[in-house]
């Protein structure tokens, strides 16, 4: 009788090549090109990019990064474009996604803030800033949602209890702030502590001995 096989284990999905200079720049050259409507666009067009278009980052990856961001001073979008900078090509990476992030913007600025100088006034341009705004409104709730939806399906998966816990940080952080008017700061330390108060929790109640 043959020997049986042992089964076989499935292969864990090999990571995307790291990228080339030229590949980094181009990506981030085409995000600041495109980086209308503020912080809330541009956020959404990094995401697009290095997650869902070329894989450099996951879904929960990247919601990391953007909330150490969250929790360091200074302009989040430079934070995580040298963070995603650094992971792709260290140093010369973080130089290619400054570079390339900025470069347009600054150029398209000037030139577009030298130009609404004089069209300011025409009742077109008025009413297409008033269309802009619910629209940016509106990519910005998309990139948040797509933004919790890793962390809250990983409390998902260890139970109904986190999932709940994660749900009431979420709401309770944004009506804080929106709401309530405290500081970024410190709901993002009293979250945190809250998170980590629940995880100690949920530890010390697994290592309990049962009857």
């Not at 809330?40 to 980052?57: E, F, K, Q, S």
């Not at 792709?88 to 130089?95: E, Q």
């Not at 998902?156 to 709401?171: F, N, S, Y």
């Not at 405290?182 to 929790?201: D, E, F, M």
């Amino acid at each position: 009788m043959p020997p049986r096989s042992a089964p076989e284990t499935p292969l864990a999905p090999a990571a995307p090549p790291l990228p080339s200079p030229g590949l980094i720049l181009r990506t981030w050259l085409s995000i600041g090109m495109h980086s209308f409507g503020g912080g809330a666009t541009t956020l959404t067009l990094i995401r697009r990019a290095v997650v869902d278009r070329y894989g450099w980052l996951s879904e929960v990856e990247f919601t990391r990064e953007w909330t150490l961001c969250q929790l360091a001073p200074g302009i989040n979008l430079l934070g995580i474009a040298i963070l995603i900078g650094r992971r792709l090509d260290g140093a010369r990476g973080i130089a290619l996604a400054l570079l390339g992030l900025l470069l347009p913007s600054v150029a398209l600025t000037i030139v577009i803030t030298a130009g609404y100088a004089a069209v300011q006034s025409a009742p077109a341009v008025q009413a297409a800033l008033r269309g802009i705004v619910p629209a940016t409104v509106g990519l910005g709730l998309v990139t948040a949602y797509q933004t919790a939806r890793p962390a809250l399906r990983e409390n998902h998966r260890e139970g109904a209890g986190k999932l709940l816990a994660g749900v009431l940080l979420l709401i309770g952080a944004g009506a804080a702030v929106a709401l309530w008017r405290r500081p970024v700061v410190l709901v993002l330390l009293v979250a945190g502590g809250i998170s980590a108060a629940i995880q100690w929790a949920v530890a010390l109640a697994g290592k309990a001995p049962r009857e």
